[in-house]
């Protein structure tokens, strides 16, 4: 299974792409969607969806990982990275690929298998499960690996089987 992970934002978002077969994963690459802070807010999105879209025919991915938001802090960011988040997941959509969400709190179980572990952590132990030399650059990136991790480690899950997401 090919699984294309995201972390949404609109100045960056991180991708990680990485197969999944007899509980080992397999790094096809890693990235970033970046956007110039000058360019207007709506072409950042038209950016966003054509950036994402290309790389979605490329890696051709059985399914998307991506992170459920949620926000208690700064309301503007939270509503410029939500309309990010729409535009990506419209991206997945319209290729018809199954989109996936994981809580940070999900990932962190399912990856360090504590639930409030630190990000560093979660970095390496990415880094670990990707037999890699060094932890994968932006830290954006290495999260969208982390989210595609998690599904692979949640897609034998009888629960998502039966729909659940």
Do not use: W
Not at 18 to 45: I, Q
Not at 123 to 143: G, N, S, V, W, Y
Request: net charge neutral.
């Amino acid at each position: 299974m090919v699984i294309f992970g995201i972390d949404p934002g609109y100045a960056i978002v991180g991708c990680g792409v990485v197969r999944y077969e007899r509980n080992d994963f397999t790094l096809l690459g890693y990235g970033a969607v970046t956007t110039d802070k000058d360019m207007p807010f709506n072409e950042r999105l038209i950016k966003i969806y054509n950036d994402l879209t290309e790389l979605l025919v490329k890696f051709k991915p059985d399914a998307v990982s991506i992170e459920r938001l949620y926000f208690n802090t700064n309301q503007k960011t939270a509503i410029d990275v939500a309309q990010a988040r729409g535009v990506i997941v419209l991206a997945v959509q319209k290729l018809g690929i199954p989109v996936y969400e994981y809580t940070p709190l999900q990932v962190k179980q399912s990856i360090v298998g504590y639930g409030r572990a630190e990000k560093t952590q979660v970095q390496e132990m990415t880094r670990m499960f990707l037999h890699l030399d060094t932890i994968p650059k932006p830290d954006d990136a290495a999260d969208a690996l982390a989210l595609a991790i998690c599904h692979g480690h949640s897609s034998g899950s009888v629960m998502l089987n039966l729909g659940g997401k």
